[in-house]
T-cell receptor
Framework: NAGVTQTPKFQVLKTGQSMTLQCAQD?????MYWYRQDPGMGLRLIYY???????DKGEVPNGYNVSRLNKREFSLRLESAAPSQTSVYFC?????????????FGQGTRLTVV | GDSVTQMEGPVTLSEEAFLTINCTYT??????LFWYVQYPGEGLQLLLK?????DKGSNKGFEATYRKETTSFHLEKGSVQVSDSAVYFC??????????FGTGTRLTVIP
C-alpha cells in the first residue's frame, strides 16, 4: 500500500521558471491538501480539496495553483517561481474534512529556487 | 482564529529521561487534537489523537490528555529512546477547516 506518493523528491528551479508538483493517493480519500514547511513556522496550508472537482485556498495560496485531476491526484503548480517559495512541500490526504480522521502525508518535495 | 502554540525547541535529552512537550490551543467549538511525528527525511505521521475533553491518546509509550479547562494537550513519555529523535507537531482540527499545526519541536535523544 503506497499511501501518498509525491514527485519529485528534490528540485532546483531558477527564478521565473515554472513547475508542477505531483501527488497521488491510493486510499480512496476525499480530501487532499498541499502544505509548505519552513523553519520555525511549522506547516502552513497552501490549498486543499475537499472532494473531486473542488479546491479552496488555504493560509498561503499566493503564487500557487492547484488541480484536482481526479479523486486520486492533486497537483500543485508554481507558474513563476520566486526565492520565497524555497521550502519543503507536503501533500496529504484524509478520509473527510472535519471527521477527526488521520491525515496521511507524502515524503515531501524539497524545492530550492535560486 | 484557531491556533496552536507549541513549546519551542530544540529539546535534548539523555536516553531514559522523561519527556514533556507543551502544547496549548485556541479554538472555537470543540476541536480534535493530534500529535504528529516527523522522522528525518520523512513526511509527518500520526502519533496519537484525542477527540473530546478528558480523552487520553496514547501510542508507542507516548501519552497526551485533552484538557479543556487549560486548553492544553501536552505530550509525555516516561523513558525516551534514541529512536524517538524526531520533530513533533501538535495540531488541531475544528471540523470546519483544515488541520492547524504548531511550529514543531525537535527532540534529540543521546545515548
Amino acid at each position: 500500500n503506497a499511501g501518498v506518493t509525491q514527485t519529485p523528491k528534490f528540485q532546483v528551479l531558477k527564478t521565473g521558471q515554472s513547475m508542477t508538483l505531483q501527488c497521488a493517493q491510493d486510499m480512496n480519500h476525499n480530501s487532499m491538501y498541499w502544505y509548505r514547511q519552513d523553519p520555525g513556522m511549522g506547516l502552513r496550508l497552501i490549498y486543499y480539496s475537499a472532494s473531486e472537482g473542488t479546491t479552496d485556498k488555504g493560509e498561503v495560496p499566493n503564487g500557487y495553483n492547484v488541480s484536482r485531476l481526479n479523486k486520486r491526484e492533486f497537483s500543485l503548480r508554481l507558474e513563476s517561481a520566486a526565492p520565497s517559495q524555497t521550502s519543503v512541500y507536503f501533500c496529504a490526504s484524509s478520509g473527510a474534512r472535519g471527521a477527526n480522521t488521520e491525515a496521511f502525508f507524502g515524503q515531501g518535495t524539497r524545492l530550492t529556487v535560486v | 482564529g484557531d491556533s496552536v502554540t507549541q513549546m519551542e525547541g530544540p529539546v535534548t535529552l539523555s536516553e531514559e529521561a522523561f519527556l514533556t512537550i507543551n502544547c496549548t490551543y485556541t479554538a472555537t467549538g470543540y476541536p480534535s487534537l493530534f500529535w504528529y511525528v516527523q522522522y528525518p527525511g520523512e513526511g509527518l505521521q500520526l502519533l496519537l489523537k484525542a477527540t473530546k475533553a478528558d480523552d487520553k491518546g496514547s501510542n508507542k509509550g507516548f501519552e497526551a490528555t485533552y484538557r479543556k479547562e487549560t486548553t492544553s494537550f501536552h505530550l509525555e513519555k516516561g523513558s525516551v529512546q534514541v529512536s524517538d529523535s524526531a520533530v513533533y507537531f501538535c495540531a488541531l482540527e475544528t471540523g470546519a477547516n483544515n488541520l492547524f499545526f504548531g511550529t514543531g519541536t525537535r527532540l534529540t535523544v543521546i545515548p
